[in-house]
């Protein structure tokens, strides 16, 4: 207790007026959609040009079908199948929390590939603009965990900027959720701006793409070290998590899509 430092209580909810609420995490959800989109249509425009500004404006419903279908799905499979097995209705409870990054990125590739198949757009060369912008998502997201004091860290006693989480218990623990908001989102979006923006690499179709797959995979392994396991799932085989798991097949397919890669006519 003596490294612990106070955790700043912010409410979770961030304005209500009767029975409606807004909270932080909806909001992060609608302004990372919101500043993708936005920062998307400009990407989009750079050469080789590979969709209009209204095919972009379409995506967006699209894209957020995905993430809030395939984030809900994925975490009812991948992380309580057994409970929503005995409790089908409470999957639609999407307000009470409990959504997944690997499935709502499964949820945005389905969605990506019917958009471009419908459009008869690139998916591969929207997909690599596309990849660039979601770490935006990814920050605010983690942010809004840290706001609702969830998804903490595993103890750690002996760390100056451990903090006491309210549901996390008396230890002092990392705060895990800024770690993943750091790895994930800044270093990951700075990352892929900056590729993007040089030429022989956006004529690589799949390079883009396949950065930020293997990207994230990357950082969401490092950041399962410090974070504390769901307490329904525990570790693992050889002390891995549920989210290492599920992160290496994303290692190993933005590797893959890096590797074989080529340069557009």
């Given amino acids: 207790m003596l490294f612990a430092i106070p955790f700043p209580m912010i409410d979770p909810t961030l304005v209500q ?18 500043l993708g989109w936005r920062l998307m249509l400009r990407l989009v425009a750079l050469p080789q040009v590979v969709a ?11 894209a957020t079908l995905g993430i809030v279908l395939g984030g809900r799905l ?3 499979l991948f992380y309580r199948p057994g409970y929503y097995l005995f409790h089908p209705l409470e999957i639609l409870a999407v307000w ?10 499964l949820g945005v590739i389905v969605a990506l590939w019917l958009y471009c198949r419908q459009q008869r757009i690139d998916f591969i060369a929207f997909g690599d603009r596309l990849a660039t912008v979601v770490p935006l998502g990814l920050f605010l997201g983690r942010c809004a965990n840290f706001v609702n004091g969830e998804l903490w860290g595993r103890v750690a006693p002996d760390v100056p900027w451990a903090m006491v989480f309210p549901t996390g218990g008396p230890e ?20 892929l701006q900056g590729l993007v923006r040089v030429p022989a690499l956006r004529a690589r179709r799949g390079f883009l793409a396949g950065v930020f797959i293997a990207g994230y995979g990357v950082a969401r392994i490092i950041g399962e ?10 570790f693992l085989f050889a002390g891995a998590t549920m989210g290492q798991v599920l992160s290496v097949p994303m290692v190993l397919l933005g590797g893959w899509l890096v590797l074989r890669s080529r340069a557009r006519a």
Wanted: hydrophobic residues 45%; without cysteine; aromatic residues 16%.
């Fill in 52 to 62: 209009t500004r209204q095919q972009v404006d379409d995506f967006v419903t699209w």
């Fill in 225 to 234: 070290f410090f974070r504390q396991p769901d307490a329904h799932l525990g």
């Fill in 96 to 105: 009470g929390g409990g959504m997944s990054f690997h499935g709502g990125a």
């Fill in 172 to 191: 002092p623990r990392h705060p895990s959720q800024l770690y993943q908001a750091g790895m994930e989102g800044i270093v990951l979006f700075l990352l």
């Fill in 74 to 76: 994925g975490y009812v």
């Fill in 17 to 34: 007026i009767g029975p409606i609420a807004i909270r932080w995490y909806a909001l992060a959800y609608i302004v990372g959609i919101v």
